[in-house]
């Protein structure tokens, strides 16, 4: 605790003032003003008070001994076991510049977006709990200098030939780059942390412990190599993207070229400095069970970002008041046969089973948190597999979904020629072969290249696939049965449609798992710094 020299209250730091504020007498101080022990200026390191949650084992650092009565990480209502602890000392920190109230604002202009929302996400008293937490991130410096070469081309038409001349172009380049943060806490989500970036890093001040009087700080355990090529390749991108704006690389066409890997690599730079620095988040979670939501403002910009459950009743009321004026639009408008409602319930069907297993996928990965460097690399498990896969660009995972599109089309053309013999109807029998090829290649792609296959993965997508698939066979056996009557066709269609309503509400019940988190693990140690 910071005493008050004037009273001896606790002083806190005001984000408005931007100073040390009594709020007993309005006694203020300059932060650098107050003692610090040389000892651990010295050692590199600060004292601070440790909270341990006692429901998830979250540790979060304080320079205020008021007691803690909310957990950021778990939304539990106290913060039961308290300790002083040392840790690593940050060599910056960029102090809150917006308040409760403008992080509150931030939030509602959000959430006016997020009509589906559950309502107690738009609750005042929800609201209030927001938390200031000054989380611990690496700021990358880097700089590239020296002599770079690729390939660039210029093509003239002579006659009835193209003459194309390639060229080597060499140039010199100054560049420097300062300040690219990545989160250093394991358990603050990397896809939370990317959406409210960037700080503005010019504004970080030399960190003094007194600035976390009155917040919270997350303790660092992520090292600095885990996000040090990724830093390296956004600046490379970066670089490159700007060079390929010159005049004459634009004029010898050296992005067409095809050289962007090769410029990326000619450019790429070398890591000057890799500092820790303390960047302030207001935090909010929303918990339910043993899932746990988030929501996030940046305490500089204001720029929230959050996990976002769907409330089904809202979503089903929605729905509804939607479909029955598009229902009757489309009956004005269109002459709507047995056989193309049959077919649209299965197309239906057959986009909810598409969703559904991507969806499945997705819930594994998320559940795992294998595209979050930090928690991996903070459990031992390694690097994650991010950026290229198999070597392959996105743009050849691409050329890969339509080259497999290709072939799985030239295996149900005929089984759509052959239905639209038998039927007459070779329309919706081609658009649906079309579709399904594609749509396959893609589902095929990425789980097959994408994600590296597992024990079960199949297994575990087939309950979210099996009620869609039964309405696709379904839908199918009466288009290849073709009965006289339209009540078959009618009825198959009210199946169909049935079962898209009930996957649909599956899907909804696995966005909420995909918005919700695993709460943070007791096994949570706080990184290397306690001592």
């Not at 409602?341 to 294998?370: N, P, Y």
Request: hydrophobic share 40%; glycine share 6%.
């Amino acid at each position: 605790m910071y005493e008050c020299p004037n009273c001896g209250s606790n002083l806190q730091y005001d984000i408005a003032a931007r100073q040390m504020l009594c709020s007993y007498c309005g006694t203020t101080a300059d932060p650098y003003s107050l003692h610090e022990e040389p000892e651990f200026l010295e050692r590199g390191e600060y004292e601070a008070t440790v909270f341990t949650c006692s429901q998830c084992g979250a540790q979060l650092l304080s320079e205020d001994t008021t007691a803690a009565t909310f957990c950021s990480f778990c939304s539990s209502p106290a913060v039961l076991e308290s300790r002083v602890g040392k840790a690593r000392r940050p060599a910056r920190i960029i102090p809150f510049s917006k308040t409760k109230e403008d992080c509150k604002a931030s939030y509602a202009r959000m959430m006016r977006r997020a009509i589906f929302a559950p309502k107690e996400l738009k609750d005042q008293t929800y609201i209030e709990k927001f938390r200031g937490i000054y989380m611990p991130y690496w700021v990358y410096d880097f700089e590239k200098k020296g002599k770079v070469s690729f390939r660039g081309s210029e093509s003239r038409q002579k006659g009835d030939y193209l003459v194309t001349k390639h060229y080597d172009i060499v140039t010199e380049v100054d560049a420097s780059y300062q300040g690219i943060s990545y989160d250093a806490a394991a358990d603050f989500s990397d896809e939370l942390s990317s959406a409210i970036a960037p700080y503005e890093m010019n504004a970080g001040r030399p960190f003094t412990p007194s600035f976390l009087s009155g917040f919270y700080a997350d303790a660092k355990d992520v090292e600095s190599s885990v996000y040090r090529q990724d830093a390296c390749e956004l600046v490379a991108a970066e670089e490159a993207w700007q060079l390929s704006r010159n005049r004459t690389c634009a004029r010898y066409h050296v992005k067409e070229e095809g050289n962007e890997e090769v410029m990326k690599n000619a450019l790429r730079p070398s890591c000057t400095s890799a500092e820790l620095a303390m960047l302030p988040v207001w935090f909010l979670s929303y918990r339910k069970g043993d899932r746990v939501a988030y929501a996030v403002v940046n305490g500089q910009t204001g720029k929230a970002a959050a996990d976002l459950p769907v409330d089904r009743k809202k979503y089903v009321a929605g729905s509804l008041l939607l479909a029955l004026p598009l229902f009757i639009l489309l009956n004005l408008c269109f002459t709507i046969t047995p056989g193309v409602s049959l077919f649209l319930a299965a197309l239906l069907s057959f986009a909810c089973a598409v969703i559904s297993g991507a969806q499945t996928s997705r819930i594994r990965e998320r559940e795992l948190l294998e595209n979050d460097k930090g928690y991996q690399s903070a459990r031992g498990h390694g690097q994650t597999q991010q950026g290229r896969i198999l070597g392959l660009s996105a743009g050849e995972i691409k050329l890969l979904q339509v080259v497999i599109g290709v072939v799985l089309m030239t295996i149900f053309m005929p089984i759509a020629v052959c239905i639209a013999v038998f039927r007459s109807d070779s329309g919706l029998a081609i658009v649906g072969a079309l579709l399904i090829s594609f749509a396959l290649a893609r589902v095929v792609t990425l789980e097959r290249w994408r994600r590296p296959v597992r024990k079960g993965m199949f297994k575990d997508m087939l309950p979210a696939v099996a009620k869609p698939a039964a309405a696709i066979l379904f839908a199918f056996v009466i288009m290849i049965w073709n009965p006289v009557s339209d009540l078959y066709y009618y009825g198959g269609a009210a199946v169909s449609m049935g079962a898209v309503i009930w996957t649909i509400l599956d899907i909804i019940g696995r966005h909420n798992l995909l918005t919700t988190r695993k709460l943070p693990q007791l096994n949570r140690r706080g990184g290397d710094e306690d001592v």
